[in-house]
């Protein structure tokens, strides 16, 4: 893969949410799917109210891609709180790998 074929990616979390470990094990299967399988995901701790009003941040886990939010249209927040995302069977606190794959291909990567 060229470099500038390279991406960003981090995911954005608290620890009260552990619903990162299993998003960033979706991430991960998404970007080797997608053909990203040398991409370095970046876990960052958002601690306090003033840790996530600095970024982009729509509740744990907020995956961002290039320094954008991979799900864009959630309301950001400076609320250390948990994220859910709408799935094809409900509610989850991560989206699916299909959905992470489809986000991935839906920004042109």
Known sequence: ???DDSV???VLHIDDCLSWVEAGNRLREAL???????TEIV?????TA?????????GSPTILLDGQD????????????????????GLAGTP???QLIDAL?????
């Open 8 to 10: 960003n990616i981090e």
């Open 43 to 47: 876990y960052r701790v958002l601690r």
């Open 32 to 38: 080797d799917t997608a053909g990203f399988e040398g």
């Open 105 to 109: 291909a839906s920004r042109g990567r």
């Open 70 to 89: 991979l799900f864009p249209g959630a309301e950001q927040t400076s609320d250390l709180a948990c994220r859910v995302y709408p799935t094809p069977v």
């Open 96 to 98: 699916t790998t299909k």
């Open 1 to 3: 893969m060229k470099d």
């Open 50 to 58: 003033e840790d996530s009003a600095r970024v982009e941040f729509a």
